[in-house]
């Protein structure tokens, strides 16, 4: 006899379902029924665990944040107490798996997409990229940058990331990912 799964394992195995459908389909593609049959449980069970596909959805942005988040303060942990290092790092993970995916990328730009024309995705878009930015702000001060200059450093640094990964994953033929490394390495020791 098989055992059930837990109400906490079915809400993951749910999010997990949502991220790949986003992946593979897009916004679009993202119905109840569609998540549901990529989880292998009946559609009702989206229902009872979220309240509906927007919940699901709002709960799989959330869920990919935080993995990139952890992904991003492991490589910090990693790169020992040294400021620069830490930031060098911080930066570096963004071109790297679990990050520079192109599976990822499908759900960011589905997600992405659902930001633009829905008020609470929006809002949900701009408190993880706050966090992203605030993150930033914190090692570039430790690094030395002043305090009046934190934020549009933050800005440059995150517009320059956010280019190079976005080209790394949709084209990874055209420059490789130690290349996105230094690339983005030269711009932080200008700073």
Request: net charge neutral; proline share 4%.
């Given at each position: 006899m098989s055992k059930r799964a837990s109400p906490d394992d079915r809400r993951r195995d749910l999010i997990?379902?949502?991220?790949?459908?986003?992946?593979?389909?897009?916004?679009?593609?993202?119905?109840?029924r569609t998540i549901a049959a990529a989880a292998g449980v009946s559609p009702g069970l989206v229902t009872?665990?979220?309240?509906?596909?927007?919940?699901?959805?709002?709960?799989?942005?959330?869920?990919?944040?935080?993995?990139?988040?952890?992904?991003?303060?492991?490589?910090?942990?990693?790169?020992?107490?040294?400021?620069?290092?830490?930031?060098?790092?911080?930066?570096?993970?963004?071109?790297?798996?679990?990050?520079?995916?192109p599976a990822l990328l499908a759900t960011w730009l589905a997600l992405w997409s659902l930001a633009r024309?829905?008020?609470?995705?929006?809002?949900?878009?701009?408190?993880?990229?706050?966090?992203?930015?605030?993150?930033?702000?914190?090692?570039?001060?430790?690094?030395?940058?002043?305090?009046?200059?934190?934020?549009?450093?933050?800005?440059?640094?995150?517009?320059?990331?956010?280019?190079?990964?976005?080209?790394?994953?949709?084209?990874?033929?055209?420059?490789?990912?130690?290349?996105?490394?230094?690339?983005?390495?030269?711009?932080?020791?200008?700073?």
């Amino acid at each position: 006899m098989s055992k059930r799964a837990s109400p906490d394992d079915r809400r993951r195995d749910l999010i997990a379902a949502t991220v790949r459908v986003l992946a593979e389909r897009g916004a679009a593609g993202a119905s109840v029924r569609t998540i549901a049959a990529a989880a292998g449980v009946s559609p009702g069970l989206v229902t009872h665990h979220f309240g509906g596909v927007d919940r699901l959805v709002a709960a799989s942005y959330d869920h990919v944040a935080a993995q990139v988040a952890a992904a991003l303060e492991t490589a910090v942990a990693a790169a020992g107490p040294a400021p620069r290092a830490r930031l060098g790092a911080y930066v570096a993970a963004n071109f790297t798996p679990p990050i520079a995916d192109p599976a990822l990328l499908a759900t960011w730009l589905a997600l992405w997409s659902l930001a633009r024309g829905d008020a609470a995705m929006l809002a949900r878009h701009e408190q993880h990229y706050a966090a992203f930015r605030a993150r930033l702000e914190d090692l570039l001060g430790a690094c030395g940058v002043a305090a009046e200059r934190l934020r549009l450093t933050a800005i440059g640094v995150t517009a320059l990331v956010d280019g190079l990964w976005l080209e790394l994953c949709l084209s990874p033929d055209s420059f490789s990912a130690n290349e996105a490394r230094r690339i983005a390495a030269d711009y932080l020791a200008g700073l």
